[in-house]
């Protein structure tokens, strides 16, 4: 199965949430739709665990009710589960080798736990170039018209002093799939001796803003002539990024987000800016690893 998408499910709110986005998004995309559930059973000391045949049990049982939910829901879904013994984030990581999309519940309470605390969430978004989705329990709330996605618009953001192609050839599709507007937003710092206090001079704000602004465009150009039929609004503050995005987030259907692919071991892989939009957003986050 070379094209489809991953969905780590646990059985928390946030995992189911994020079986039934996955679910949409199989359909938008015409792919199936696996769902994966890993564990790795340890016990302290001499404390009893269940056998090998009931939790084998236990998770073809968790597996198999989710699936049955997502099949009546929608009948034209191609739904696959499968079930690994091991550590989640490593087990999600390689399940998802040949998966063009992994979807996972940003606040899990079982063994996909929270991205904002860490651990599983954090260590499959580092160990993938695959797009990561962390979905929200309360975006099962949100009303689908048709099953579908929502109609709210799709916000990425981006930053033109280093490649971004990856983020804007999903940002374009994931709109031109769910026929919305795309908004495009940078943000960018004023030098310090023109951006403060006596220093502050508003001719070379504007300059700089203009100068952002036409450097954006020139970066989106390419894609506006690609996907014509994406309604493109575009928009360069001085300012925070994260600030600018999160401000986006209760409007928008989905935040595109990037990171910066690194082959060091050492050191953090997620910015400071996704790190922000992953702890705060309310909508969907598109984690995309770029170069």
């Not at 994966?36 to 939790?55: F, K, N, Q």
């Not at 795309?182 to 220093?199: D, E, F, I, K, T």
């Amino acid at each position: 199965m070379n094209d489809r998408i991953l969905v780590g499910l646990d059985g928390s709110a946030e995992s189911i949430a994020a079986a039934h986005w996955a679910a949409r998004e199989a359909l938008l995309r015409g792919v199936p739709l696996q769902l994966v559930h890993a564990e790795e059973w340890s016990t302290p000391l001499d404390i009893p665990v269940a056998t090998g045949d009931v939790r084998r049990h236990w998770s073809q049982a968790l597996l198999s009710e989710a699936a049955d939910e997502l099949r009546t829901r929608h009948r034209e879904l191609d739904v696959d589960i499968r079930s690994f013994d091991g550590k989640p984030a490593a087990m999600l990581a390689a399940a998802a080798a040949g998966a063009s999309m992994i979807v996972l519940g940003s606040r899990g309470l079982g063994t996909v736990t929270g991205f904002v605390l860490g651990s599983v969430g954090m260590a499959v978004i580092q160990a993938t170039v695959r797009p990561v989705v962390m979905v929200r329990a309360s975006e099962d709330t949100a009303p689908h018209p048709d099953g579908r996605h929502t109609s709210r618009d799709v916000v990425v953001g981006v930053d033109i002093s280093g490649p971004c192609d990856a983020l804007l050839a999903f940002a374009f599709e994931e709109a031109a799939r769910r026929a919305c507007a795309l908004h495009v937003r940078l943000s960018w710092s004023m030098p310090p001796l023109v951006g403060y206090g006596a220093a502050y001079d508003p001719r070379v704000h504007a300059q700089l803003e203009m100068s952002a602004k036409g450097s954006l465009e020139d970066v989106l150009k390419p894609w506006r002539d690609k996907y014509p039929a994406v309604d493109v609004t575009s928009r360069a503050n001085a300012g925070h990024a994260s600030t600018e995005l999160l401000d986006a987030t209760s409007e928008a259907g989905l935040i595109v987000v990037g990171r910066r692919i690194r082959r060091s071991s050492i050191g953090t892989h997620i910015g400071p800016v996704t790190h922000a939009v992953l702890h705060h957003s309310k909508a969907p986050v598109a984690v995309i690893a770029h170069e």
